[in-house]
């Protein structure tokens, strides 16, 4: 059985498409243009990569954006009064500041400071927990991004089984937890799996729907999953071979119904929900329903 590959670069594009007529809606009807702010400390390459991909789609849609690079000594209270500022700042709709932090950064004490109306990355406690009750204000974006490619398929998950491989606070217990709601693309039988599970592949050989962000390259093998497996891979890893996901693609789409491929599946689906974040964001701040 050929697998249909889900092609986030294209579903993307769609989005994107929808959101630019919303913000030229915005800007007409009411003279609203959505902004973000992005901050990033230090030099991480793969993090420069990701915040130009951010401004960059922000430039493409008309999103207003401020870029803040700040040196990797940067002091936590200097970092604080970033944040401050721009929880005040009436053209920022939505903060980012780029994970991970240098050591010496608290993490929590940054995220915690970030306005949670302006959290359009959805890590703040409160929205964590609103996800959690099932009343969110935004939806984190990677987990919102494999929601909409799984509805956008045409991917039945009410009553599926649903196996996630990881447990990070960024995709794993998000998604799980999205996943589960009451709601239409959700509704499904989940289980996480994580570096305690004694026997993965039990697990994961009985999955309707397969979501592997366990940060190993190639962790999940055709001789894991079954026939008609729907299979979405979040891994990026970058060997000198290449990006590759947490999935061997080449073997598990032949027993896959469909799957994702790395780079080009969940990847450029992080970056348009990020977008849409800060659309809705600015909405909500303007009184916009
Ligand atoms: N680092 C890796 N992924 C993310 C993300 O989704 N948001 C932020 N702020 N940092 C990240």
């Known amino acids: 059985m050929a697998a249909m590959i889900i092609k986030g670069s294209e579903i993307s594009k769609q989005i994107k498409e929808e959101l630019k007529l919303e913000i030229t809606e915005l800007n007409k009807?009411?003279?609203?243009?959505?902004?973000?702010?992005?901050?990033?400390?230090?030099?991480?390459?793969?993090?420069?990569?990701?915040?130009?991909?951010?401004?960059k789609a922000c430039k493409e849609l008309g999103?207003?954006?401020?870029?803040?690079?700040?040196?990797?000594?940067?002091?936590?209270a200097e970092l604080l009064a970033h944040i401050e500022r721009l929880n005040k700042d009436s053209k920022i709709h939505g903060i980012l500041v780029q994970l991970p932090l240098p050591k010496h950064i608290n993490e929590a004490n940054v995220i915690d400071a970030i306005d949670p109306k302006k959290d359009v990355d959805a890590f703040h406690?409160?929205?964590?927990?609103?996800?959690?009750?099932?009343?969110?204000?935004?939806?984190?974006?990677?987990?919102?991004?494999?929601?909409e490619?799984?509805?956008?398929?045409?991917?039945?998950?009410?009553?599926?089984?649903?196996?996630?491989?990881?447990?990070?606070?960024?995709?794993?217990?998000?998604?799980?937890?999205?996943?589960?709601?009451?709601?239409?693309?959700a509704n499904a039988t989940v289980t996480i799996c994580h570096t305690?599970?004694?026997?993965?592949?039990?697990?994961t050989k009985r999955a309707d729907i397969l979501i592997v962000a366990a940060g190993r390259p190639k962790a999940i093998t055709a001789d894991m999953v079954k026939d008609g497996v729907v299979?979405?891979?979040?891994?990026?890893?970058?060997?000198?071979?290449?990006?590759?996901?947490?999935?061997?693609?080449?073997?598990?789409?032949?027993?896959?119904?469909?799957?994702?491929?790395?780079?080009?599946?969940?990847?450029?689906?992080?970056?348009?929900?990020?977008?849409?974040?800060t659309v809705q964001s600015a909405k909500m701040h303007a009184g916009i329903g």
């Open 231 to 277: 299979v979405i891979d979040v891994g990026v890893n970058r060997l000198e071979t290449g990006l590759v996901g947490d999935v061997d693609f080449e073997t598990v789409k032949e027993k896959a119904k469909a799957i994702t491929p790395v780079p080009g599946g969940v990847g450029p689906m992080t970056i348009v929900m990020l977008m849409k974040n």
């Open 149 to 185: 490619l799984l509805i956008r398929s045409g991917i039945e998950t009410d009553g599926a089984e649903v196996v996630v491989v990881g447990r990070s606070n960024i995709v794993g217990k998000p998604i799980a937890n999205m996943l589960l709601q009451k709601n239409k693309g």
């Open 125 to 147: 406690p409160i929205n964590v927990g609103k996800l959690m009750l099932g009343k969110p204000n935004f939806l984190p974006c990677t987990p919102h991004g494999i929601q």
């Open 196 to 203: 305690g599970t004694k026997d993965l592949a039990a697990h």
């Open 63 to 76: 999103i207003y954006s401020e870029r803040i690079d700040l040196p990797v000594n940067t002091t936590e």
């Open 29 to 55: 009807k009411y003279n609203v243009i959505p902004g973000l702010a992005t901050i990033l400390i230090g030099e991480d390459e793969a993090s420069k990569v990701y915040v130009g991909a951010k401004e």
